[in-house]
């Protein structure tokens, strides 16, 4: 029984898929050693939060990073893709605390610190390797035997090394300022936390009488009226004309009564709004700044909570929104409210709740960040760490420029506890534990001093930070941080540049002196049809593990009936993902990648059955002088294949590579190649079958691996069946690149002896003259039984010499009995004809309308007319003249004079017709 001919005939992904990813973690194929003497090349995973489940954002950065994994594994590299997970912060603390909420109506602080925190280690044992498995579920070889959590013991032995680090340095401090403050979670936040978003509001006039004469009054104007209760100040430019005789006097804050001083300040703006504005130092950061310039009271009105405090008076408990219309309602009764405009403003909003982000002044931790910064952006300048794309080098760069001190406390509890112990009387002591900070402090107040730990957490970023270098045994001196420190390339999102790309640079900088990294590719972003951000609110996503598995989508309600398989995902997501650029995607935009596996799988189906059982003799033994023009074409589109998709990897244009390689597999290998060979292997004696045979196991070969890291199963099932096919193929034609896993093969080498332009060009007029016939037959309704005699009119004698020994190609390919041949031949009667660059194509038809032939000719010679417009505007063009290289102007002229004559062969055509 054949092993081949009971092959399916459609690919069936699921069963495929399960065998081999189990075989690979059998074998142990994703390890890496770091005793190794090959040269290493890392890359560590953006850690998904444990909360997380598998996305098509996920999908695509995974994809990306595999394909590189795989492909430097092949190249021989110690390739080490480190997997892990991410504690996130706040975002588990929500997860548990909603479901503690749920199921018995408590909220943290009726469990208590410790029991919540057990609670979620509970959670997190059972959901969060989650994504991690689902990541499998794509074909990710990451090394899962070093899957690291940021709140591992090892990491967050470096987390507390690198704060009392930072802290030692003075980069690290304590301070009362005004932070981003979020109501529902209750936490301070980074400013990169927070998200503006263009709103609809108003912007609200206000009076404020003069405490001396109260019938002067200043109109100030706000987008917060609420914050008016805060008010210690009004401020005016020093210069304004209007406000000289008042400044240094007061006014009386309406509602609270308070007599609050006319200070001078450049920052104000003359001439926006009345050229006077009030001033709420604990409630907004440009007041707090002209506070402290003018030394200006900071009065908070907030709680925790977002609702006032006892500084409000009679609004205190009330919510913020609330007392936002009983003051317009207060002022408005009181005669002190001018008026009210609508006013578009953007407004910061959490994250992580969408809440409405409020500037608090509050005692945080904070990073002095301009130190850092410019380490990281001396390692950019220095070309130690690139962004592919580069437009994202300056976007980068000028964060960096502008960066702020960055608050890394957080009022949570799961988390990085912050590593500073305090003395009775507040004296601060960073430790790596408690025993080295108690060390400190006896020093200063005695032995046995009773200690504190501090109760806020450090920001999620703050460990994410440390990652790179973390993962691999810093602080300690491991030989894997010696391997494979520091890393190669990092994939990732545009949006976590600031909050994480940055913040790696900067630490890595800082704690080793080397770059974390050498290469930033920034992929897009998924986007519905509709160029919308997919999200679960929106109901937009994809879910991959459904597309890949079948069944129902729970973001969408779609149920696809049939699974399509990672490969088919894999390969969607690569070919449509140009460098950098957002990607929309929607469920039919998969079918393409199905549709190419069961391509391959059939191509693979028809050159096993023709290899099996077969004596394969090896490569060295082949005698080039015997092989068939089409043999040549072949292994030269193949070497073509091999450079360029090698080039575009090297180059990180994911998308580039993936099109060569479907370029190469579904047009010349299956359309054109082994649609020769069915003839060939057919009538061929043994000898050329021979040949034949040797020369499409080493291209099939070849372009499974050029293929796997992309579509890693099929190619491992496929190369697999090769392997059965041809049992002596370790003396075969892949001499010394064998192994048992494709995945541990050779990436193919490039063959530049290989390449040869005049059989490919020779090749190209054969395709083009076959894809006329065709297209001649179709447009015209006519049976190829019909049309079995063809003419080919050539312009030189050279063409003719070129293409007279392949006409038997044209007939097998094109269905023909008989091409005749020559140089300026008369045209037939009753044909159809297309002109072509060096020769005219004439297929003689049964007698008919001749207004079809009219109708051909014209639409012919419109996309000429067309093509010759355009081109030649290029060329009129002095910028694209002087600007572009001397080739590319040199063979737009060469083609606009060949357009002309071919456009002058059209119009004696057409003239004849007539």
């Given at each position: 029984?054949?092993?081949?001919?009971?092959?399916?005939?459609?690919?069936?992904?699921?069963?495929?898929?399960?065998?081999?990813?189990?075989?690979?973690?059998?074998?142990?194929?994703?390890?890496?050693?770091?005793?190794?003497?090959?040269?290493?090349?890392?890359?560590?995973?953006?850690?998904?939060?444990?909360?997380?489940?598998?996305?098509?954002?996920?999908?695509?950065?995974?994809?990306?990073?595999?394909?590189?994994?795989?492909?430097?594994?092949?190249?021989?590299?110690?390739?080490?893709?480190?997997?892990?997970?991410?504690?996130?912060?706040?975002?588990?603390?929500?997860?548990?605390?909603?479901?503690?909420?749920?199921?018995?109506?408590?909220?943290?602080?009726?469990?208590?610190?410790?029991?919540?925190?057990?609670?979620?280690?509970?959670?997190?044992?059972?959901?969060?390797?989650?994504?991690?498995?689902?990541?499998?579920?794509?074909?990710?070889?990451?090394?899962?035997?070093?899957?690291?959590?940021?709140?591992?013991?090892?990491?967050?032995?470096?987390?507390?090394?690198?704060?009392?680090?930072?802290?030692?340095?003075?980069?690290?401090?304590?301070?009362?300022?005004?932070?981003?403050?979020?109501?529902?979670?209750?936490?301070?936040?980074?400013?990169?936390?927070?998200?503006?978003?263009?709103?609809?509001?108003?912007?609200?006039?206000?009076?404020?009488?003069?405490?001396?004469?109260?019938?002067?009054?200043?109109?100030?104007?706000?987008?917060?009226?609420?914050?008016?209760?805060?008010?210690?100040?009004?401020?005016?430019?020093?210069?304004?004309?209007?406000?000289?005789?008042?400044?240094?006097?007061?006014?009386?804050?309406?509602?609270?009564?308070?007599?609050?001083?006319?200070?001078?300040?450049?920052?104000?703006?003359?001439?926006?709004?009345?050229?006077?504005?009030?001033?709420?130092?604990?409630?907004?950061?440009?007041?707090?700044?002209?506070?402290?310039?003018?030394?200006?009271?900071?009065?908070?009105?907030?709680?925790?909570?977002?609702?006032?405090?006892?500084?409000?008076?009679?609004?205190?408990?009330?919510?913020?929104?609330?007392?936002?219309?009983?003051?317009?309602?207060?002022?408005?009764?009181?005669?002190?409210?001018?008026?009210?405009?609508?006013?578009?403003?953007?407004?910061?909003?959490?994250?992580?709740?969408?809440?409405?982000?409020?500037?608090?002044?509050?005692?945080?931790?904070?990073?002095?960040?301009?130190?850092?910064?410019?380490?990281?952006?001396?390692?950019?300048?220095?070309?130690?760490?690139?962004?592919?794309?580069?437009?994202?080098?300056?976007?980068?760069?000028?964060?960096?420029?502008?960066?702020?001190?960055?608050?890394?406390?957080?009022?949570?509890?799961?988390?990085?506890?912050?590593?500073?112990?305090?003395?009775?009387?507040?004296?601060?002591?960073?430790?790596?534990?408690?025993?080295?900070?108690?060390?400190?402090?006896?020093?200063?107040?005695?032995?046995?001093?009773?200690?504190?730990?501090?109760?806020?957490?450090?920001?999620?970023?703050?460990?994410?930070?440390?990652?790179?270098?973390?993962?691999?045994?810093?602080?300690?001196?491991?030989?894997?941080?010696?391997?494979?420190?520091?890393?190669?390339?990092?994939?990732?999102?545009?949006?976590?540049?600031?909050?994480?790309?940055?913040?790696?640079?900067?630490?890595?900088?800082?704690?080793?002196?080397?770059?974390?990294?050498?290469?930033?590719?920034?992929?897009?972003?998924?986007?519905?049809?509709?160029?919308?951000?997919?999200?679960?609110?929106?109901?937009?996503?994809?879910?991959?593990?459904?597309?890949?598995?079948?069944?129902?989508?729970?973001?969408?309600?779609?149920?696809?009936?049939?699974?399509?398989?990672?490969?088919?995902?894999?390969?969607?997501?690569?070919?449509?993902?140009?460098?950098?650029?957002?990607?929309?995607?929607?469920?039919?935009?998969?079918?393409?990648?199905?549709?190419?596996?069961?391509?391959?799988?059939?191509?693979?189906?028809?050159?096993?059955?023709?290899?099996?059982?077969?004596?394969?003799?090896?490569?060295?033994?082949?005698?080039?002088?015997?092989?068939?023009?089409?043999?040549?074409?072949?292994?030269?589109?193949?070497?073509?294949?091999?450079?360029?998709?090698?080039?575009?990897?090297?180059?990180?244009?994911?998308?580039?590579?993936?099109?060569?390689?479907?370029?190469?597999?579904?047009?010349?290998?299956?359309?054109?190649?082994?649609?020769?060979?069915?003839?060939?292997?057919?009538?061929?004696?043994?000898?050329?079958?021979?040949?034949?045979?040797?020369?499409?196991?080493?291209?099939?070969?070849?372009?499974?691996?050029?293929?796997?890291?992309?579509?890693?199963?099929?190619?491992?099932?496929?190369?697999?069946?090769?392997?059965?096919?041809?049992?002596?193929?370790?003396?075969?034609?892949?001499?010394?690149?064998?192994?048992?896993?494709?995945?541990?093969?050779?990436?193919?080498?490039?063959?530049?002896?290989?390449?040869?332009?005049?059989?490919?060009?020779?090749?190209?007029?054969?395709?083009?003259?076959?894809?006329?016939?065709?297209?001649?037959?179709?447009?015209?309704?006519?049976?190829?039984?019909?049309?079995?005699?063809?003419?080919i009119s050539a312009t030189a004698e050279t063409v003719q010499k070129e293409l007279e020994p392949h006409l038997e190609i044209l007939k097998n390919l094109g269905n023909l009995d008989n091409v005749q041949l020559g140089v300026d031949l008369d045209r037939p009667d009753n044909s159809a004809t297309e002109v072509l660059k060096e020769f005219e194509v004439s297929l003689p038809v049964p007698e008919g309308d001749r207004s079809k032939e009219i109708e051909a000719a014209k639409k012919q010679k419109e996309e000429l007319e067309s093509y010759i417009q355009r081109e030649s505007k290029k060329l009129e063009n002095?910028?694209?003249?002087?600007?572009?290289?001397?080739?590319?102007?040199?063979?737009?002229?060469?083609?606009?004079?060949?357009?002309?004559?071919?456009?002058?062969?059209?119009?004696?055509?057409?003239?004849?017709?007539?």
């Open positions: 029984m054949s092993l081949i001919t009971d092959l399916p005939t459609r690919y069936d992904p699921g069963p495929i898929e399960n065998k081999w990813y189990q075989q690979w973690l059998d074998k142990n194929a994703f390890e890496a050693d770091s005793s190794s003497d090959r040269k290493p090349y890392t890359i560590v995973i953006p850690p998904p939060n444990v909360t997380g489940a598998l996305h098509m954002g996920h999908a695509l950065n995974n994809t990306l990073q595999d394909i590189l994994i795989r492909w430097r594994r092949m190249q021989g590299f110690e390739a080490l893709w480190m997997p892990g997970t991410d504690h996130a912060g706040i975002a588990t603390q929500s997860v548990v605390e909603k479901i503690i909420y749920k199921t018995e109506k408590k909220k943290r602080h009726d469990i208590g610190r410790e029991k919540l925190l057990a609670r979620i280690w509970d959670w997190k044992e059972e959901y969060g390797e989650r994504i991690l498995h689902q990541l499998r579920k794509i074909g990710s070889s990451c090394d899962w035997s070093r899957t690291r959590f940021t709140m591992d013991e090892g990491l967050s032995h470096a987390v507390r090394k690198i704060f009392v680090k930072l802290y030692n340095d003075g980069l690290i401090y304590r301070g009362r300022y005004l932070v981003n403050w979020c109501p529902t979670l209750r936490t301070a936040l980074a400013d990169d936390e927070v998200e503006p978003k263009e709103v609809q509001s108003h912007l609200w006039h206000f009076q404020y009488p003069l405490t001396e004469d109260p019938s002067r009054k200043i109109t100030v104007a706000t987008t917060r009226p609420e914050t008016m209760l805060g008010d210690t100040g009004v401020a005016v430019h020093p210069d304004d004309e209007r406000y000289k005789d008042i400044i240094g006097k007061t006014v009386t804050l309406p509602l609270m009564e308070r007599e609050i001083p006319i200070v001078a300040d450049k920052h104000v703006e003359m001439d926006f709004g009345t050229g006077a504005v009030k001033v709420t130092p604990a409630h907004d950061p440009n007041d707090f700044e002209i506070g402290e310039r003018h030394n200006l009271e900071k009065i908070n009105l907030l709680n925790e909570d977002g609702t006032y405090n006892e500084n409000a008076g009679r609004f205190e408990g009330l919510d913020r929104f609330d007392v936002r219309k009983a003051v317009v309602e207060a002022l408005d009764k009181l005669g002190l409210l001018e008026k009210i405009e609508d006013h578009t403003h953007n407004v910061g909003h959490c994250y992580r709740t969408g809440d409405v982000i409020e500037p608090y002044l509050s005692l945080q931790w904070f990073v002095k960040m301009r130190p850092l910064a410019d380490m990281a952006i001396k390692a950019t300048e220095d070309g130690r760490v690139k962004f592919h794309p580069d437009r994202w080098t300056n976007f980068y760069l000028s964060w960096l420029k502008d960066v702020r001190d960055w608050c890394i406390s957080r009022q949570i509890w799961w988390g990085h506890r912050i590593p500073i112990w305090y003395a009775p009387d507040g004296t601060p002591f960073a430790g790596a534990d408690e025993a080295e900070a108690r060390a400190e402090a006896e020093k200063q107040f005695g032995e046995g001093v009773e200690l504190n730990q501090d109760e806020d957490v450090l920001d999620t970023w703050f460990s994410s930070g440390l990652w790179p270098f973390s993962t691999l045994g810093w602080p300690d001196e491991t030989q894997d941080l010696e391997k494979f420190f520091p890393t190669n390339t990092l994939v990732t999102d545009r949006g976590i540049i600031f909050f994480w790309v940055a913040r790696m640079v900067m630490l890595s900088e800082y704690a080793l002196g080397k770059q974390p990294f050498s290469d930033v590719y920034i992929h897009g972003t998924i986007m519905d049809k509709e160029g919308r951000k997919m999200s679960k609110s929106l109901k937009n996503g994809i879910d991959p593990v459904a597309l890949i598995d079948g069944g129902k989508d729970e973001n969408t309600g779609i149920v696809y009936e049939q699974p399509l398989g990672a490969d088919a995902v894999r390969f969607s997501l690569t070919t449509l993902s140009m460098e950098g650029q957002d990607l929309k995607l929607w469920p039919e935009r998969f079918e393409d990648g199905s549709r190419f596996l069961n391509k391959v799988w059939n191509a693979g189906r028809f050159a096993l059955m023709q290899l099996e059982g077969g004596p394969i003799d090896t490569a060295e033994n082949l005698d080039e002088s015997k092989l068939q023009f089409e043999d040549r074409w072949i292994l030269s589109r193949l070497a073509q294949a091999i450079e360029e998709s090698t080039n575009a990897l090297e180059d990180f244009h994911y998308c580039t590579a993936s099109q060569i390689v479907r370029d190469f597999v579904w047009n010349d290998f299956c359309d054109w190649y082994l649609e020769l060979v069915k003839f060939r292997l057919r009538d061929a004696e043994a000898g050329d079958a021979e040949i034949c045979r040797r020369i499409l196991a080493r291209v099939f070969d070849t372009t499974l691996r050029l293929l796997h890291p992309i579509c890693p199963f099929i190619t491992e099932e496929l190369w697999n069946l090769l392997g059965k096919v041809l049992p002596q193929r370790d003396s075969g034609p892949l001499k010394g690149e064998l192994s048992e896993l494709i995945l541990e093969s050779a990436w193919p080498s490039e063959t530049p002896d290989l390449k040869d332009p005049q059989t490919e060009s020779t090749f190209d007029k054969l395709k083009e003259t076959i894809q006329v016939v065709r297209k001649l037959r179709q447009e015209r309704n006519l049976a190829p039984k019909a049309t079995k005699d063809l003419q002095p910028s694209f003249v002087e600007r572009a290289p001397a080739q590319v102007v040199e063979g737009t002229k060469k083609r606009v004079e060949d357009a002309k004559n071919q456009l002058q062969a059209v119009l004696a055509i057409l003239k004849s017709l007539e």
